[in-house]
């Protein structure tokens, strides 16, 4: 059975850091593009992140230079480290995975940026 569960977010002051814990279950993540969105109060899902099944990634504009997204091919998990957050950073964060021909979402996780 095929699943992406999240993990790790929480309620942290501007400026602070948070990582974000994606594990995969019933696929290899490594071999397919997992991705981290998030959607906020009153506006569409935006992609934030992507790790690629070659390793490549890739970011929205908006949080280059200080979201990281990686994998731990051992614990079949993908992480959004996510430094330097801002009030505009707060959403519900949900992974992402297209394998073998559908779509998998997790349930999301709260990020919550407020001093």
């Known amino acids: 059975q095929v699943q992406v569960v999240e993990s790790g977010g929480g309620l942290v002051q501007p400026g602070g850091s948070l990582r974000l814990s994606c594990v995969a279950s019933g696929f290899t993540a490594s071999s397919y593009a997992m991705n981290w969105y998030r959607q906020a109060p009153g506006k569409e899902r935006n992609l934030v992140a992507v790790?690629?099944?070659?390793?490549?990634?890739n970011y929205a504009d908006s949080v280059k230079g200080r979201f990281t997204i990686s994998r731990d091919n051992t614990k079949n998990t993908v992480y959004l480290q996510m430094n330097s957050l801002k009030p505009d950073d707060t959403a519900v964060y949900s992974c992402?995975?297209?394998?073998?021909?559908?779509?998998?979402w997790g349930q999301g996780t709260q990020v919550t940026v407020s001093s």
């Open positions: 992402y995975a297209f394998v073998r021909g559908s779509a998998y």
């Open positions: 790790i690629y099944n070659g390793g490549g990634t």
